[in-house]
């Protein structure tokens, strides 16, 4: 996400969303690290 900032970037994506846990762990890490 830092990468992200550092280039102004505006958001991120991914193809795969399958392997993320119950608890959503990579989309909240995906939407904290953009705040």
Known sequence: ???LK???LGGAF???F???DS???LLKAIS???K
């Open 18 to 20: 399958s392997g993320d």
């Open 23 to 25: 608890n959503a762990s």
């Open 6 to 8: 550092s280039k102004n």
């Open 14 to 16: 991914f193809w795969e």
């Open 32 to 34: 904290d690290g953009l």
């Open 1 to 3: 996400m830092n990468y």
